[in-house]
């Protein structure tokens, strides 16, 4: 491979978008802290708060199909915070927290259980990826997070465990990838199963290898330590 996955910065110090500007720092469990304006919310899950400024407001993000994900276990509503004033996000386990920017027209397509915070100015649904996930997780169903820049700039937040990297393909370039390995890719990034038997000739039996084939042009991002997190039946 001549081009193979990048690993992303682990702290920022000083990084700004419309509304916004944060920093990112820490090393085993890093912080992720905002400064807001008052013009632009911040909304993510309400349990990875891990201080704000006392006069920011807090509030909930409406969100559809809110049932669907309660019987998933994934969390039923977002948590909004609108300033100004400083609030700080820390994912309560060891890895790397890294934002992505979003220009105007781009989509970011991203596995459940990995964002940590938005701009309020993206928009955000999920969908249930059926069929292959019995392959991938011993089940019939993981969500996919699906952010938007559709007017200007947004900024979406992540967490990776372990270590993250970055692989940007050409157009028609591919790179396998396993399945609990893939955090991000682009909407423009095409995902099939590829599926390899494997033999034994000790055991005379067999078993399955699965991959995620990713077919460019666009990113996608892999997280060096991986959880095959429970989903959904």
Known sequence: MQ????????????????????????????????????????????????????????GVRAMKGAFK????????????????????FSRDGAGQLFALHLPAGMTVLVREHQFLAATGNLDYTFSRVKGVSNMLFGSTGFFVDRFSASHQEGVLWLHGYGNVFEKVLGRNEQIDVEPGGWVYRDESVRMDVQMFGLKTGIF??????????????????????YLHLPTTE
């Open 204 to 225: 005379g039996g067999g078993g399955n290898l699965i991959w995620n084939r990713f077919t460019g042009p666009g990113r996608v991002g892999i997280q060096s330590m």
């Open 69 to 88: 994900r309660m019987v998933a276990g994934m969390p039923i509503f977002l948590t909004e915070a609108q300033g100004p004033g400083e609030i700080a």
């Open 3 to 58: 081009n193979p996955p990048q690993l992303l910065p682990s702290s920022v110090e000083n990084a700004q978008a419309p509304g916004i500007h944060y920093r990112i720092d820490g090393d085993l469990v890093p912080v992720l802290h905002i400064w807001l304006d008052g013009s632009i919310p911040v909304f993510f899950e309400h349990h990875v708060v891990l201080w704000k400024d006392p006069p920011l407001n807090i």
